[in-house]
């Protein structure tokens, strides 16, 4: 088993922090202590907050993406069941106790600025995994691609929205039965020839 590395250990405890208190909201001297990282080896790792800031969208980013290349390969051929998987996936993260919405979209509020380095990040993300959506949209022969991926894309902004707000009123099944009526009006059946 591998030692987990300084710049692992602190990008860890930072995306674990960042996530549940908000990125603002985490002082550098605390990702320091709860790393158990000497002060000198965060700054080798991290030059300023906003690398590491960067580095916990990419680290996020990266999960996403693995997410739904697995999907891919769970369901070949089956643009629509992969579609399908990535909504069911996204309503059971969204049920979990410790959800606190999109770790993206929790930037933006806290990054408005669009010069600043997350928010350019974390734009560059969306645009890269909701790109991934169309084309699946595309590859499962919907009938209005971008429109399809524009409504799963603002039906699922507002709802992790509104499901982080109002944790206890909101129940996750009614973004999966959305979305699934939005796939169900736009995707033609898959095709199952042997």
Not at 13 to 24: D, H, K, P, Q, T
Not at 106 to 123: C, G, R, S, T, Y
Request: charged share 30%; glycine share 6%; proline share 5%.
């Amino acid at each position: 088993m591998n030692k987990e590395s300084a710049r692992d250990r602190i990008l860890r405890v930072a995306s674990e922090l960042f996530y549940m208190e908000g990125i603002r909201a985490v002082g550098i001297d605390r990702i320091i202590k709860q790393s158990g990282v000497a002060k000198a080896s965060f700054y080798r790792s991290f030059a300023t907050k906003d690398d590491l800031t960067v580095a916990y969208l990419e680290s996020r980013d990266e999960l996403k993406v693995e997410k739904l290349e697995k999907l891919r390969r769970l369901y070949p051929g089956s643009p629509k069941e992969q579609l399908s998987a990535l909504i069911r996936d996204v309503t059971e993260q969204m049920g979990t106790p410790n959800y606190r919405g999109c770790p993206f979209l929790n930037a933006a509020v806290e990054f408005p600025d669009p010069d600043h380095p997350a928010h350019v990040k974390l734009l560059d993300i969306q645009r890269s995994f909701w790109s991934r959506v169309l084309e699946l949209a595309r590859e499962g022969g919907a009938r209005q691609p971008e429109e399809l991926t524009a409504q799963l894309r603002m039906l699922y902004d507002g709802f992790v929205m509104k499901r982080y707000l109002d944790k206890s009123d909101l129940d996750p099944e009614y973004f999966r039965k959305a979305a699934e009526l939005l796939l169900e009006k736009q995707l033609v059946p898959d095709n199952h020839q042997g």
